[in-house]
Nanobody
Framework: VQLQASGGGLVQAGGCLRL?????????????MGWYRQAPGKQRELVAA???????NYADSVKGRFTISRDNAKNTVYLQMNSLKPEDTAVYYC?????????????WGQGTQVTVSS
């Protein structure tokens, strides 16, 4: 699976950004698509994820501000980020998980920088 992420950038606090991540290649069996982030000196953390059945999971810190969505026909996952805060500054990574009868594999995108200025 190859993941191509886009949409990061520099924005002022209170602003918004939309991240996109398109999956290609061996896309069958993808059950979860989501976003993680890693700030300098911190561990990578889950931001939001969505299953193929449209169940979602959000980090408490982004609930009410970020919205994850998924276009299964395009194998693309989006992250709409509103009311951005300086603490949202991080490299954001797209993630997909494929599950089969004998495997469960995570794939990662290249990361896109999101910088929120105060």
């Amino acid at each position: 699976v190859q993941l191509q992420a886009s949409g990061g950038g520099l924005v002022q606090a209170g602003g918004c950004l939309r991240l996109s991540c398109a999956a290609s290649g061996r896309i069958f069996g993808i059950v979860v698509m989501g976003w993680y982030r890693q700030a300098p000196g911190k561990q990578r953390e889950l931001v939001a994820a969505m299953t193929s059945g449209a169940s979602t999971n959000y980090a408490d810190s982004v609930k009410g501000r970020f919205t994850i969505s998924r276009d299964n026909a395009k194998n693309t996952v989006y992250l709409q980020m509103n009311s951005l805060k300086p603490e949202d500054t991080a490299v954001y990574y797209c993630n997909v998980r494929r599950v089969g009868a004998s495997y469960e594999t995570d794939y990662w995108g290249q990361g896109t920088q999101v910088t929120v200025s105060s």
